[in-house]
């Protein structure tokens, strides 16, 4: 099992930056893959950006592309979105997900609220 607890968000005006923060605990050996994920009321859940655990390997959803980047400290196992020139529509629900080596299983943090103001 592993747990997944999130920090950073907040307010922002269109154009600025925030930079989020997911730190995993437990069975954190096993890691393969850490994703962020968004959310806004009466949307899917939207995919924004990942990265393998080992390797340099990261991805990103085309609406984000340029503008937010995603990052790993593998000794404190923990996953970072920078979120720059964030645009109004950026406003949503932030989770971070994890991947797990030798399961199907996968993890969910409890969310942060990102707003971005006009």
């Known amino acids: 099992q592993v747990q997944l607890v999130e920090s950073g968000g907040g307010l922002v005006q269109a154009g600025g930056s925030l930079s989020l923060s997911c730190a995993a605990s437990?069975?954190?050996?096993?890691?393969?893959?850490m994703n962020w994920y968004r959310r806004t009321p009466g949307k899917e859940r939207e995919f924004v950006a990942g990265?393998?655990?080992?390797?340099?390997?990261?991805y990103y959803a085309d609406s984000v592309k340029g503008r937010f980047t995603v990052s790993r400290d593998n000794a404190k196992n923990t996953v970072y979105l920078q979120m720059n020139s964030l645009k109004p529509e950026d406003t949503a629900t932030y989770y971070c997900?994890?991947?797990?080596?030798?399961?199907?299983?996968?993890?969910w943090g409890q969310g942060t609220l990102v707003n971005v103001s006009a």
């Open positions: 997900n994890v991947l797990l080596l030798y399961t199907t299983r996968d993890y």
């Open positions: 437990g069975r954190t050996r096993n890691i393969f893959r």
């Open positions: 990265i393998l655990w080992s390797g340099s390997t990261s």
